[in-house]
Nanobody
């Protein structure tokens, strides 16, 4: 089970911190990712972190603004979002890949577990 939280309404240029708390199993051996889906658009990869937290990757659209991190002791993954833009408005989902690849995948269908999503709205 993954539970995403932290979404809300924020003005452009503001910040939000999303959290994804895992329960029912330990996700310390899973690659974790954040995805988002805006109305009428495909779900897209936002950020990912390896199970070991040794590497991260980001979509070009959020590089330098978003930071993903994880605390395996708390079974929680975070997404710090700074300098938010109206185009960041979407439902944000956390996901877990139980079969980590040599390079963390950005393909959403390869993730095994999903949170329920949290809405982020950025006003201009």
């Amino acid at each position: 089970q993954l539970q995403a939280s932290g979404g809300g309404l924020v003005q452009a240029g503001g910040s939000l911190r999303l959290s994804c708390a895992a329960s029912g199993r330990t996700f310390s051996s899973y690659d974790m990712g954040w995805f988002r889906q805006a109305p009428g658009k495909e779900r897209e990869f936002v950020a990912g972190i390896r199970w070991s937290a040794t590497s991260t990757r980001y979509a070009d659209s959020v590089k330098g603004r978003f930071t993903i991190s994880r605390d395996n002791a708390k079974n929680t993954v975070y997404l710090q979002m700074n300098s938010l833009k109206p185009e960041d408005t979407a439902v944000y989902y956390c996901a877990a890949d139980g079969n980590p690849k040599m390079v963390q995948t950005t393909v959403h269908i390869l993730y095994d577990y999903w949170g329920q999503g949290t809405l982020v709205t950025v006003s201009s």
